[in-house]
């Protein structure tokens, strides 16, 4: 197999493709399911005393925040590889 | 007054969509066959004019638009306030008290003289900014980078300024090293962490929202970006609620330092 005459830059391209597919699901399933963690014990925390419910709801607010943040960073990351690669240029460069 | 439940009210609004998109259109200019509909074009900011060495982008146009548009707001609201408040002030009212509350308790002060200037108007604007992009022809200036990293530096430089107000100045530096000192370079680097995870949050939110607008509007332009545009309204007053809150519990963490 002659690898120097692939076309690299396709290859490129479909793999980064290919990539962030799986990247955004695992990236989004794993801040949802600590979100749900999150609502779920707040939910049954306001549950069990209702009084405190304004302190825990911002409490609540806050750490789904902080979540949500982790699934913004792996939308940023794979919008920077299908959009605005920096690694690009040297691969088309090639030939 | 009338009440609004007339079939007249639905014609009405279905009327006023289709004229918002007809005047979208025309703003957007001659639909392209020549060039092809771009994800990456919708949405990145594009150079109107330059000055000298300065590029003046859409995103500082729509800025100084939504500036005067909530100043002339701002004086219109304020220059004669009533003892009974009529809708728009009882609105404004409202919010500024749900603000004040927010400081009360996230900060853990009594007095919000010198907190809610700061706060109250880093919830305005973030809000009004992520809401400007429904007006067709404007474009909002959060999903440019620029826009939420100046806001995070504000919040950043902001935090040390009311801790030296409130403690003085050893007792905002003690905080530093408050259990032991082995905690100093942990304090500095989520300082500088917070700074950019304030912006990413902000222009990571408003952007994926822009993005899957747009990606709606050159699969089908008419009607099914309607949902998720009125889905966005949410999501915008949404993050300008969770900047403030956190802004404000930053700025608690400097001002109960010493307590």
Known sequence: MDWNNLPWDKIFVVLTVLVSGPGVIVGIVVPAVGQMLVAMSGLKAIARQPEAGDRINSIVLLSLAMLESLAIYVLAIILILIFANPMLKYVVNVE | MRRMNSPFTLVFLIALVIALAVVGSLLKGPAG??????????????????????????????????????????????????????????????????????????????DTTIFLPFVGTLAFFIGSANLIGLIPGLRSPTPDINTPLALALSVFFSVPYFGIRTCGMWGYLKHYVEPIFIMLPIEIASEIARTFSLTFRLFGNILGEEIIISILFIVMPLFVPVPMMLFSIFTGLLQAYVFTLLTCVYIGGAVKAHK
């Open chain 2, 33 to 110: 066959e020549a060039e092809e509909p771009n994800v990456a074009q919708e949405i990145s900011p594009s150079v109107t004019f330059t000055l000298g060495p300065l590029e003046v982008t859409s995103t500082v146009i729509s800025t100084w638009t939504m500036m005067l548009l909530l100043g002339a707001g701002a004086y219109v609201a304020g220059h004669n306030l009533k003892l009974r408040p009529g809708p728009v002030q009882n609105l404004l009212e409202w919010i500024v008290e749900g603000i004040e509350n927010l400081i009360r308790t996230m900060v853990g002060v009594e």
